[in-house]
Structure formats: C-alpha cells, structure tokens
Nanobody, 122 residues
C-alpha cells in the first residue's frame, strides 16, 4: 500500500501559477508510476500528467501540455505539479495517484490521495 498526501492548492487568478506537491510513503517501489488527475464539479475524473520514479518519464494530457510540468524528488519521495498560465477551466480538485502500470486510466491507479482544491478565478 502507498500513502499519498497532496498539498499546495488554492485560489489563483487566470494566468497565474501554483505548485502542487504529493508526498508518498509506504511501498512506493510497488507502484512506480505516479499520476495527477483532476475532477471538476459534475465531471468525470480526468488524467492530467504522469511520471515514473525511475527515469522520470513524463506524459501530459493535451490540454495542459506546455503549461504544466510534472517532476519528482526521489530523496523526498515527493512529486510536484507546476501549473502555469492557469485558466478557469483548470478549476478542479486535483488528486495524485500511484500505479504499477504506465497508464492514463484512473481505475488502474489503486492508491489515491485526498485531493486538493485548485480554483482559478478573478
């Protein structure tokens, strides 16, 4: 089992930036792929980005490519999501998750954090 704790959400104006953090503990070696997902009110949870602990291979959904950057610090067992040029449509609860699989499918991630709210509004 992997325990995940997100932090860093908040209210930001359009065009602004936020950095989310996700601290992992437990059997992280059993879940080498870390992902960020988000869920807006009334919508399904959607994939945002993923990274591997080993090698740092990254992948992004098209709507955030070039604006968001996922990274990891293996010494701290922490992943980050740097979000720039934020738009109102980025407003959602953001979750980090861990998986054994290189996937963008939410139901293939079996460890989830509690989520952190990101609101982009003027």
């Amino acid at each position: 089992q992997v325990q995940l704790v997100e932090s860093g959400g908040g209210l930001v104006q359009p065009g602004g930036s936020l950095r989310l953090s996700c601290a992992a503990s437990g059997r992280t070696f059993a879940a080498p792929v870390m992902g960020w997902f988000r869920q807006a009110p009334g919508k399904e949870r959607e994939f945002v980005a993923r990274i591997t602990w080993n090698g740092g291979t990254t992948y992004y959904t098209d709507s955030v490519e070039g604006r968001f950057d996922i990274s990891r610090d293996n010494t701290k067992n922490t992943i980050y999501l740097q979000m720039n040029s934020l738009k109102p449509e980025d407003t959602a609860v953001y979750y980090c998750a861990a998986s054994r699989f290189m996937t963008t499918t939410a139901n293939q991630y079996n460890n989830w954090g509690q989520g952190t709210q990101v609101t982009v509004s003027s």
